[in-house]
């Protein structure tokens, strides 16, 4: 069973995503209520920060896309939801732009110390720029990290959920920058018997342990 008061040193890929149950924007969230969908996880330093106000803004306008692939977006900072509140309003003021997904109050450091948020070489008060993808299992399935001063790219991250869910369909893997349409990479053979048969079962084919095909 989950428990919220268990606390991982470190989040690990392929493993259970540390479980959490927060105050957010719209309302108490836990990650029990994503099973069946996935995730996206993305902490920031803090409310009314410009970098930040960039990534939000770009989130929101890939919302649409991201929930077409069954994901969902979670953002949090260790800040109160009336902070965050009084941001997405300015956001909304300044720019024209909605945030429609939920913004994580964290101002125990609670989730964001179980994430591995948290990085005294970075700040001790803030969390620094963290993406986590967690699965329709409630796996993580891919973590990235930022600086402060440099922000993230959301075409990017959806890319990698297309991709995840891809390899999970398919079996296969993708290559350097894989897009949806291109080739994707067929898993090298395990055994000598196996190597020596698989230029010849129809991929396309530079040696023995690369090779790819069309979905």
């Not at 896309?65 to 941001?87: P, R, Y």
């Not at 994430?115 to 409630?138: L, N």
């Not at 898993?187 to 230029?199: C, V």
């Amino acid at each position: 069973m989950n428990n919220e008061n268990t606390v991982a040193a470190f989040p690990q890929l392929n493993a259970p995503a540390p479980f959490f149950k927060a105050e957010t924007t719209h309302g108490t969230k836990s990650l029990d209520d994503y099973k069946g969908q996935w995730l996206v996880l993305f902490s920031h330093p803090a409310d009314f920060t410009p970098v930040c106000t960039t990534e939000f803004m770009a989130f929101a306008k890939r919302h649409g896309d991201f929930a077409e692939i069954n994901t969902q977006l979670l953002g949090l900072s260790i800040d109160s939801v009336f902070s965050h509140m009084a941001w997405v309003d300015n956001i909304k003021k300044n720019f024209d732009i909605d945030i429609p997904f939920p913004i994580i109050e964290d101002l125990s450091m609670r989730v964001a110390k179980s994430y591995g948020m948290i990085h005294p070489g970075a700040a001790d008060t803030s969390a620094v720029r963290a993406t986590f993808i967690i699965d329709d299992k409630g796996i993580l399935r891919a973590m990235v990290y930022y600086p402060m001063s440099n922000g993230r790219s959301i075409d990017e991250i959806l890319r990698l959920v297309k991709a995840l869910q891809t390899s999970d369909k398919h079996g296969v893997a993708t290559p350097e920058n894989w897009q949806p349409g291109d080739k994707v990479i067929v898993p090298p053979p395990k055994t000598m018997a196996d190597a020596k048969k698989r230029t010849q079962e129809g991929y396309e084919c530079t040696d023995w342990y690369f090779c790819k095909k069309s979905l």
